[in-house]
T-cell receptor, first 112, second 114 residues
C-alpha cells in the first residue's frame, strides 16, 4: 500500500479554515485517499474519502490533485472541538478485509 | 454512521491475570474486524485481522498465544490479553468493516496492568 507524508503539527485559529496537506506520490490507480481523525483518548473517526474527484460532506472537503499525488483536507470553519490528530491513509476501498496503515498523522491544534 | 462499541472502556488488572475486551458492531454485520494497539503519543498499530468463523491473521511481532482473538459471530469479536504484564498496558482499539469496506472504530479500551 502507498505511504503518505503529512506535516507533524499545525495550528489554526478558531473560525478559520484549516488546510491539511498530504503527499501520496506512490498511490496506485485503484487506491482511494481516506482521512480519519482521532481526538485524545478516543477511537479514530472517519471524515471523508475520495478517488480523484473533489469531495465534500458535512465535516470537510477533500481536494485531490489531478495527478493524485497529493491531497488537502479542508475544515471550513475550525472549532476547538476539531483539535485532534488527523490521519491521511490510502487504500483500496472495495475490499472489506483491507487493513489500514496509520502513519504519524498531523496534530492539529485549534486556538481561540 | 455505523456504531462500534467496546467493553470495558477501562480496566485495571494485576500482573499475571487475563483480560477480555469485547468489540461489537451494533447496527451492521461485520465479516472482518481489526484490533489495534496504541501506546502514549504514538500512532495506531495493527495487531490482527479477525474474520468471522476463522482464525485471526496476526501482524508480524504480535504473539498469537498472548493475544487471543475470537470472532464467533458477525457482530462480536473478543481480544483476550493472557497473563498480562505492565508492558501490555496500552489503549486497545477495534474496528469493524461493513460491506463497502469502510472501517468504523470503537471508542477504545484503556488497559493498565499493575
Amino acid at each position: 500500500d502507498a505511504k503518505t507524508t503529512q506535516p507533524p503539527s499545525m495550528d489554526c485559529a478558531e473560525g478559520r479554515a484549516a488546510n491539511l496537506p498530504c503527499n501520496h506520490s506512490t498511490i496506485s490507480g485503484n487506491e482511494y485517499v481516506y482521512w480519519y481523525r482521532q481526538i485524545h483518548s478516543q477511537g479514530p473517526q472517519y471524515i471523508i474519502h475520495g478517488l480523484k474527484n473533489n469531495e465534500t460532506n458535512e465535516m470537510a472537503s477533500l481536494i485531490i490533485t489531478e495527478d493524485r499525488k497529493s491531497s488537502t483536507l479542508i475544515l471550513p470553519h475550525a472549532t476547538l472541538r476539531d483539535t485532534a490528530v488527523y490521519y491521511c491513509i490510502v487504500r483500496v476501498a472495495s475490499s472489506n478485509d483491507y487493513k489500514l496503515s496509520f502513519g504519524a498523522g498531523t496534530t492539529v491544534t485549534v486556538r481561540a | 454512521g455505523a456504531v462500534v462499541s467496546q467493553h470495558p472502556s477501562r480496566v485495571i488488572c494485576k500482573s499475571g491475570t487475563s483480560v477480555k475486551i469485547e468489540c461489537r458492531s451494533l447496527d451492521f454485520q461485520a465479516t472482518t474486524m481489526f484490533w489495534y494497539r496504541q501506546f502514549p503519543k504514538k500512532s495506531l498499530m495493527l495487531m490482527a485481522t479477525s474474520n468471522e468463523g476463522s482464525k485471526a491473521t496476526y501482524e508480524q511481532g504480535v504473539e498469537k498465544d498472548k493475544f487471543l482473538i475470537n470472532h464467533a459471530s458477525l457482530t462480536l469479536s473478543t481480544l483476550t490479553v493472557t497473563s498480562a504484564h505492565p508492558e501490555d498496558s496500552s489503549f486497545y482499539i477495534c474496528s469493524a468493516s461493513d460491506d463497502s469496506g469502510q472501517q468504523f472504530f470503537g471508542p477504545g479500551t484503556r488497559l493498565t496492568v499493575l
